[in-house]
Structures are given as structure tokens and as C-alpha cells.
T-cell receptor, first 112, second 115 residues
């Protein structure tokens, strides 16, 4: 089946940029998403990108998509302590029925 | 309400008991999804509803798991004869329709613990 991979942990200093990377195997992927999960909470949709785009910017967030390499990244500018959370990359499975395939999540730790 | 609502937020039960988990989607959302999140892992797809029909049940782990949706609104996920490996957070999501340009919005989940 299709798969999504993410690095498990990222530590950054407050004020720096964070870059969270994701790779996926679905060669027919149409939409890719980034969700944020804080402790004890559900998933908050951050942003998503359609596969015919290679970049999308939304305030402090920049998504880059390299469809050839099946690589997606999320850049958070001016990272704050409130950005500490787990970030999930998800692929809308092209086999139908709107199933999201999730990575295991990247835990972002922001330190002073 | 404004978001997806799930109840209970926490459930502790003994192995072998049946449990029912409830999801209230965002009003007007025709698509509803259930996912399972084991500790430290990503989400696994369980089932998708479009209206009251479930065209994709492929993710249900066994015949002990079932789900229904009524009135194109509330959904319940039932786990019969629970086992310890069923311990997880069960997350529900809804979207306006089933299209990819209609993102899935998640509730806070039900944390299920099987003793």
C-alpha cells in the first residue's frame, strides 16, 4: 500500500525557521496536507497543497512540493514556543474514497 | 457546534466489553471519517461515510468493529468484545463533501483504554 514517511523529531531555537520534511509513495497523489497536534488534542488543519502547485505560502507557513521526488516540506518562519507540537503530513490516497494516509508525525520542540 | 464533537473524551473498560464511540460532525458536512491513532503513531484510516452510506470499510481491523451513520449526521463506532490491542485514540473527521479540495476537520478524539 501507499506510505508516508517523516523524520520523528526536530529541535529548533525560538525565532529560527523550522523545516519539517515528508516523503510519500503515491505517484498519483492529488492533495497533500499538513496537520498539527497538540498534547491531548485532535488534529488541526494547517494547510494543504494541490499537486499541480510547487509552493504555497500562508503567513508564517510555506509548503514546498517536489512531485518528481515525491517530497513535501513545511517551513515555519520565526518559530515560537507555541509551535511546539507534533506535525503530520498526509496524502489523499489516489485509490479513491478520500482516505488520508498519514506519516508517523514529527515532534517539533522549540527551545529559548 | 462549530467543530467536530466526539464523546466520550475518555473511556476505560474491561477486556471483553463492548464500547460505543460517538461523533457529531460539523453541520452540513456530508462526508465523515473514522481513524485510529495508536500511541506514538500516525493515524490509520478505518471507515468513510458519504451521507449514510459507507463506500469504504476497508480499514476496519476485524469483524468486531462496526460503524453506522444516521440522518447524514451523527455516527457511532462500535467495538465488540474489546481486546487490549484496541487501546488507542479514535478520531473522527468530517468534510463538506468527499472531494480533495474539501479538507477533513478533526475532533479531539476518544481515548480508549482496555484493562
Amino acid at each position: 500500500g501507499e506510505d508516508v514517511e517523516q523524520s520523528l523529531f526536530l529541535s529548533v531555537r525560538e525565532g529560527d525557521s523550522s523545516v519539517i520534511n515528508c516523503t510519500y509513495t503515491d505517484s498519483s497523489s492529488t492533495y497533500l496536507y499538513w496537520y498539527k497536534q497538540e498534547p491531548g488534542a485532535g488534529l488541526q488543519l494547517l494547510t494543504y497543497i494541490f499537486s499541480n502547485m510547487d509552493m504555497k505560502q500562508d503567513q508564517r507557513l510555506t509548503v514546498l512540493l517536489n512531485k518528481k521526488d515525491k517530497h513535501l516540506s513545511l517551513r515555519i518562519a520565526d518559530t515560537q514556543t507555541g509551535d511546539s507540537a507534533i506535525y503530520f503530513c498526509a496524502d489523499l490516497y489516489s485509490g479513491g474514497y478520500n482516505k488520508l494516509i498519514f506519516g508517523a508525525g514529527t515532534r517539533l520542540a522549540v527551545h529559548p | 457546534g462549530a467543530g467536530v464533537s466526539q464523546s466520550p473524551s475518555n473511556k476505560v473498560t474491561e477486556k471483553g466489553k463492548d464500547v460505543e464511540l460517538r461523533c457529531d460532525p460539523i453541520s452540513g458536512h456530508t462526508a465523515l471519517y473514522w481513524y485510529r491513532q495508536r500511541l506514538g503513531q500516525g493515524l490509520e484510516f478505518l471507515i468513510y461515510f458519504q451521507g449514510n452510506s459507507a463506500p469504504d470499510k476497508s480499514g476496519l481491523p476485524s469483524d468486531r468493529f462496526s460503524a453506522e451513520r444516521t440522518g447524514e449526521s451523527v455516527s457511532t463506532l462500535t467495538i465488540q468484545r474489546t481486546q487490549q490491542e484496541d487501546s488507542a485514540v479514535y478520531l473522527c473527521a468530517s468534510s463538506l463533501s468527499g472531494g480533495g479540495n474539501q479538507p477533513q476537520h478533526f475532533g479531539d478524539g476518544t481515548r480508549l483504554s482496555i484493562l
